[in-house]
């Protein structure tokens, strides 16, 4: 069995496949991550596993992650199963590549837009010539949320909130008018961009917030909540058959 382990800013999200089938997820506070690991190889006999992480680890975790699991830690220099065309391959994101990798291999032969709506949300194209041409970056929901209210001096904190209708009546649904019905306009707009170049495109959905978004769009879409996990997963494997 194969190990999957996430890393972000203050979570991580963890896979147990067996072979190619996604048996098991897991999500805990990244302080508990050694203890949790201990829980799941405790229950599953993994073989190998991949780290990604998009935070730092302390030398320590990493070395008791190493001592558990002896694992790939993802990298720029980690072979992929995609040419990478990005100008700048050292400065993207470990969550980008496990993107690209598992749109190659969910989708092939295809054009792929893989949008990661979380923290962030990036726009990834990989074209069905398995080659990764870059994307865009831009603030994702709570950030949005945020920035109205740090930045402004009487505007409240509120929490995501579907639209009833894209006229704000108060302040408050002001706020969610702009932030939800901005970011679905920004998601719909981009997907039409990129269809007009690539007229048979393929548009996945991920991330933290994919079934809210996915209510709110009006493009066709395939929501996958597990993308990233499934292309640690793709790298992992191809790493382990080209070693």
Not at 26 to 53: G, Q, R, T
């Amino acid at each position: 069995m194969y190990l999957i382990i996430d890393v972000g800013n203050t979570r991580v999200k963890v896979a147990v496949f067996e072979i190619d089938t996604l048996k098991e997820v897991f999500v805990f506070e990244k302080m508990n991550i050694i203890s949790e690991l201990e829980k799941i190889i405790s229950k599953f006999p993994i073989s190998n596993s991949i780290v990604s992480s998009v935070a730092t680890l302390s030398d320590d975790k990493k070395a008791k992650i190493v001592a558990l699991l002896d694992p790939i830690f993802l990298t720029s220099d980690t072979k992929v199963p995609f040419k990478n065309a990005y100008k700048t391959p050292k400065t993207l994101g470990v969550d980008r590549i496990a993107l690209a990798s598992a749109a190659v291999k969910k989708y092939p032969q295809k054009d792929v837009l893989v949008i990661d709506a979380g923290t962030c949300i990036t726009y990834e194209m990989i074209s069905k010539e398995k080659e990764y041409l870059g994307g865009a970056i831009s603030p994702g929901i709570t950030m949005r949320y945020k920035a109205l209210h740090v930045f402004t001096s009487k505007l409240p904190l509120l929490e995501p909130n579907e639209v009833e209708s894209f006229i704000g009546i108060d302040t408050n649904s002001s706020i969610h008018s702009g932030v939800i019905n901005g970011i679905t306009n920004e998601i719909d707009g981009i997907i039409k961009q990129y269809q007009r170049k690539y007229k048979d495109l393929t548009v996945v959905l991920t991330g933290g917030d994919t079934y809210f978004l996915s209510k709110q769009l009006k493009s066709v879409i395939f929501a996958q909540p597990n993308f990233v996990l499934e292309g640690l997963h793709t790298i992992l494997t191809h790493n382990l058959a080209n070693d």
